[in-house]
């Protein structure tokens, strides 16, 4: 069974700086990986889409990279804003329209 | 191009009720899955249909249902809503096709908020 991991759970930092959010996945047999940002009581909005065959994505300040082997995808945002504020969740799938969900990492942006 | 739309977006009902939320998915899109999502549980995958017919389903019981029309608008339906229903009900749309087991990502609608009192 798949399981997807976001860790830190929460993540605060002044504004201008860089940061890197993580994903790590326990099987590695995935079709595409789709990074999320949801605003309280909000739904979810895409921010980028991997494909298998790819190794990163890029989306004006943001960068997502996919490692299959290792099981792992960051998502890389420049230049912070207090705006980027919101819970990201990345989301995986093996096939078969199955697709699992991490738990999300809660960033705040200090201005 | 249109997006997913979700209605209501917010909803108030009784114990004991049912009640009934609508999404409507990308036009071309034939894949809708919905979720619930409560801040205690996260996101939970409820079902997805596909050319009208349930491909997939979470672990929720009976009293969840759905179903996709031809125009592959989809509703759900929680019959004999329970507090613990009180919840963001998310629906996304997905530009699967029938025989390929590829999923192409989601694009998400705006919820429908459901408070069970």
């Known amino acids: 069974k798949q399981e997807v991991t976001q860790i830190p759970a929460a993540l605060s930092v002044p504004e201008g700086e860089n940061l890197v959010l993580n994903c790590s996945f326990t099987?590695?047999?995935?079709?595409?990986l789709q990074w999320f940002r949801q605003d309280p009581g909000k739904g979810l909005t895409s921010l980028l889409l991997i494909q298998s065959s790819q190794r990163e994505q890029t989306s004006g300040r943001l960068n997502a990279s996919l490692d299959k082997s290792s099981g792992r995808s960051t998502l890389y945002i420049a230049a912070s804003q207090p705006g980027d504020s919101a819970t990201y969740l990345c989301a995986v799938s093996g096939g078969y329209q199955k697709v699992t969900f991490g738990t999300g990492t809660k960033l705040q942006v200090i201005p | 191009k249109a997006g997913v739309t979700q209605t209501p977006r917010y909803l108030i009902k009784t114990r004991g009720q049912q009640v009934t939320l609508s999404c409507s998915p990308i036009?071309?899109?034939?894949?809708v899955s919905w979720y619930q999502q409560t801040p205690g549980q996260g996101l939970q995958f409820l079902f997805e249909?596909?050319?009208?017919?349930?491909?997939n389903k979470g672990n929720f019981p009976g009293r969840f249902s759905g179903r996709q029309f031809s125009n592959s608008r989809s509703e759900m339906n929680v019959s004999t809503l329970e507090l613990g229903d009180s919840a963001l009900y998310l629906c996304?749309?997905?530009?699967?096709?029938?025989?390929?087991?590829?999923?192409?990502?989601?694009?998400f609608g705006s919820g429908t908020r459901l408070t069970v009192v």
């Open positions: 996304a749309s997905s530009p699967a096709t029938g025989g390929i087991t590829v999923w192409y990502g989601y694009t």
């Open positions: 036009s071309g899109h034939r894949s």
């Open positions: 249909y596909f050319s009208e017919t349930q491909r």
């Open positions: 099987d590695s047999a995935i079709y595409n």
